[in-house]
């Protein structure tokens, strides 16, 4: 194999399906990503037998055909550090040689006919969505989802299709993301797809962008489809917990407020919150929104901002953590609090299409 191509082009379709390489495995071939060189093009693929990556390039010159096997933490590193802008790659008997700039590099790989192959997906059902769109989604839900492995039934995000919309919906247990996407589809269909995956694709998406990209949903796995690359994902078996039931249907008291003065206000308040029990304490009255925050060993947070108030008010208790984290990601000047009391979750309005449900601390 001997090909051509554009340095920059090639480390990003090689940092793209580097991502699904896995760190540590038992099987060491996996660390390795594959390169074939077909006619006038080259594909890249790298699995890790759960999730796989596939990034096809035109803009290369292919002066000999084959496939060689690179390892994926080195290719990347190198081709980080090289400065001209094209690279030649030639392969034979498991060996690459990078030149570039004056340079030359050779790369040991292993034999690429012991490479897990690239399995074709049956897929029943698809959507389309703008790229930008999905990476907005992406970022809405993700960082409510569970991280503990042991909790593996909501280890994942919901992709909940149906009605003409598609719903994303993230939840540990205390807080619950959903972001929405009206669709002009007929499709229905509700998977789990996991945390990795979804990480994984944000890095490939543009933002902003309005490129489509294709969700078909298989069996067993889903894949992801725009422009030139392509993640494949298995999906978790599991049930998802039952989110429309915890969406609160009213609520004694609504705060709208600026984002930027909340989100100040309530960082400089959780810096005194007690470490071994997050807490925020939020009193709503008078047009008024009052957080105070108490560590026995390092002080006491007292902080009052403007707000527009409607209903009885009230006071409920939150971890400053999980509003910051969630603030971080809306796209909104201006945000809106629905609550009733300590007892009742309570809703954030963050963007147009993007609700957060929080569970308060109660009886503190």
């Keep these: 194999m001997k090909i051509l191509c554009d340095r920059t082009v090639l480390q990003e379709a090689v940092n793209v399906v580097s991502s699904v390489v896995p760190l540590k495995t038992t099987k060491p071939i996996l660390q390795n990503l594959l390169l ?9 693929f790298a699995t890790d037998l759960e999730m796989a990556a596939r990034v096809h390039l035109d803009a290369v010159k292919v002066t000999k055909k084959g496939r060689v096997l690179l390892p994926a933490r080195e290719t990347s590193a190198l081709l980080r550090e090289l400065s001209d802008p094209t690279v030649t790659l030639e392969s034979s008997e498991q060996r690459c040689r990078i030149d570039s700039g004056g340079g030359s590099f050779v790369l040991l790989g292993e034999d690429p006919e012991q490479y897990p192959e ?4 049956k897929s029943g059902k698809h959507v389309e969505i703008p790229c930008g769109q999905m990476l907005r989604m992406i970022q809405e839900t993700v960082f409510a989802a569970a991280r503990e492995e042991t909790r593996y039934a909501i280890n994942g995000v919901l992709l ?32 789990v797809v996991p945390l990795r995956a979804l ?3 944000a890095r490939a998406l543009p933002e902003g962008s309005k490129e489509s990209l294709r969700i078909e949903v298989g069996d067993k796995q889903v894949v992801f489809t725009t422009g030139r690359t392509q993640l494949v994902s298995q ?86 953590d999980y509003i910051l984290e ?22 954030f309005t963050l963007g147009e299409s993007f609700t957060y449900v929080v569970m308060p601390i109660s009886g503190a």
């Design 160 to 191: 909940d299709c149906g009605g003409g919309c598609l719903r994303m919906v993230a939840t540990d247990g205390r807080r619950l993301a959903i972001s929405y996407h009206n669709l002009d589809s007929k499709t229905a269909f509700k998977i």
């Design 118 to 121: 690239e399995v074709v997906i």
């Design 199 to 201: 990480n994984t694709l």
């Design 36 to 44: 074939r060189a077909d006619g006038d093009d080259i594909t890249l």
């Design 235 to 320: 999906l978790l078996e599991t049930r998802f917990p039952d989110y429309e039931g915890v969406l609160p249907k009213a609520a004694d008291t609504t705060v709208e407020i600026q984002k930027a003065v909340l989100e100040g206000a309530l960082r400089r308040a959780a810096i005194l919150a007690a470490s071994e029990m997050r807490m925020v304490r939020f009193e709503v009255g008078d047009n008024q929104l009052r957080m105070t925050a108490e560590s026995s060993t390092r002080g006491r947070a007292d902080v009052t901002i403007d707000a527009v108030v409607k209903g009885a008010g009230g006071s409920i208790n939150f971890n400053p």
């Design 326 to 347: 969630a603030l971080r990601v809306s796209q909104l000047e201006q945000v809106r609090l629905d609550m009733s009391d300590d007892s009742m979750p309570a809703k």
